[in-house]
Antibody, heavy 119, light 107 residues
Framework: QAHLAQSGAEVKKPGASVRVSCKAS????????INWLRQAPGQGLEWMGW????????GYARQFEGRVTVSRDSAKSTVYMDLTGLTSDDTALYYC????????????WGQGTMVTVSS | DIQMTQSPSSLSAPVLGTVTVTCRAS??????LNWYQHKPGEAPKLLIF???TLQSGVPSRFSGGGSGTDFTLTISSLQPEDSATYFC?????????FGQGTKLEIQ
């Protein structure tokens, strides 16, 4: 059964960067794309980008281009999401997610990582 | 970007009742529409993908329909555990976008 375990909560100052990790288990790491999403307090879900673990190809939402990088370490079955130039607007719960039937319909998710940006 | 408009924003219904949530896309997305259930403190749960395909393990009282721009999620025989926020997501093109959610209260 596919499972994703994310790193713990982070508190960052404005202008800093954050790295959130997402460790896969229970399946062949290269089998499913991993997506990153976030949900700010009181807001809806927002898709940030995706990574193909087999070849490392990535795609990002336009509003995050230049600030977000998704990468992987296949030896560790782990996907990383780096976000730079943090502002208070980046305070949110960040999720990684994948789809077993369809790469864009996500049936397994990490538990979420809270990132708080505050001076 | 494709805009997803979901309604209503909240609703209340009795146990064993039936509710329908609608989702409208700003352009045709064929059947590339997914529905999720989200409870506080939990990750979202995929209920339905490609508009009407029930995800494995999801009770059959959840059903989805529609194509093009208009879609529905119907929950029949409501149970107390159905209390949650439901949201739609288009998977037609990136950036994948979501409806704002419908908060369902079970009376």
């Amino acid at each position: 059964q596919a499972h994703l375990a994310q790193s713990g909560a982070e508190v960052k100052k404005p202008g800093a960067s954050v790295r959130v990790s997402c460790k896969a288990s229970g399946y062949i790491f290269e089998a499913y794309d991993i997506n990153w999403l976030r949900q700010a307090p009181g807001q809806g879900l927002e898709w940030m980008g995706w990574l193909n673990p087999k070849n490392g190809n990535t795609g990002y939402a336009r509003q995050f281009e230049g600030r977000v990088t998704v990468s992987r370490d296949s030896a560790k079955s782990t996907v990383y999401m780096d976000l730079t130039g943090l502002t208070s607007d980046d305070t949110a719960l960040y999720y990684c997610a994948g789809g077993t039937e369809m790469s864009s319909a996500w049936d397994f998710w990490g538990q979420g990582t809270m990132v708080t940006v505050s001076s | 970007d494709i805009q997803m408009t979901q309604s209503p924003s909240s609703l209340s219904a009795p146990v064993l009742g039936t509710v329908t949530v609608t989702c409208r896309a700003s352009q045709s997305i064929s059947a590339y529409l997914n529905w999720y259930q989200h409870k506080p403190g939990e990750a979202p749960k995929l209920l339905i993908f490609t508009a009407s395909t029930l995800q494995s393990g999801v009770p059959s009282r959840f059903s989805g329909g529609g194509s093009g721009t208009d879609f529905t999620l119907t929950i029949s025989s409501l149970q107390p555990e159905d209390s949650a926020t439901y949201f739609c997501q288009q998977s037609y093109s990136t950036p994948y976008t979501f409806g704002q959610g419908t908060k369902l209260e079970i009376q």
